[in-house]
Nanobody
Framework: VQILVSGGGSVQAGGSPRLTCTVSGFTLDGRDIAWYRQAPGSECELVSVIESDGTIYYSDSVKGRFTISPDNAKNAFYLQMPSLKPEGTAAYFC????????????WGQGTQVTVSS
């Protein structure tokens, strides 16, 4: 089982990076998929999740701006972050499984996104 996150890096405020979470070893079908982030000195935050029944949730801080989307053909999913603000600076992590809306999974291989103003 392997979960790989890519797409982070340094971006200017207003940039629109897209993070990719690629999963191997198990299928994403029937599982929750989620993005989390942790800013320096802050707790792990759930950014967005698509639950196994298709329900989509976004945190208030990103609602209306970020988009989570699955790619069943690639067994992957994405987080599109248009017009990113400096407060979006954080380590971003992805996860797939069950009950992810109530979990906090800021561990493992994440990707750092640093937004400069």
């Amino acid at each position: 089982v392997q979960i790989l996150v890519s797409g982070g890096g340094s971006v200017q405020a207003g940039g629109s990076p897209r993070l990719t979470c690629t999963v191997s070893g198990f299928t994403l079908d029937g599982r929750d998929i989620a993005w989390y982030r942790q800013a320096p000195g802050s707790e792990c935050e759930l950014v967005s999740v698509i639950e196994s029944d298709g329900t989509i949730y976004y945190s208030d801080s990103v609602k209306g701006r970020f988009t989570i989307s699955p790619d069943n053909a690639k067994n992957a999913f994405y987080l599109q972050m248009p017009s990113l603000k400096p407060e979006g600076t954080a380590a971003y992590f992805c996860s797939a499984g069950v009950g992810l809306k109530i979990g906090r999974s800021c561990w493992g291989q994440g990707t750092q996104v640093t937004v400069s103003s």
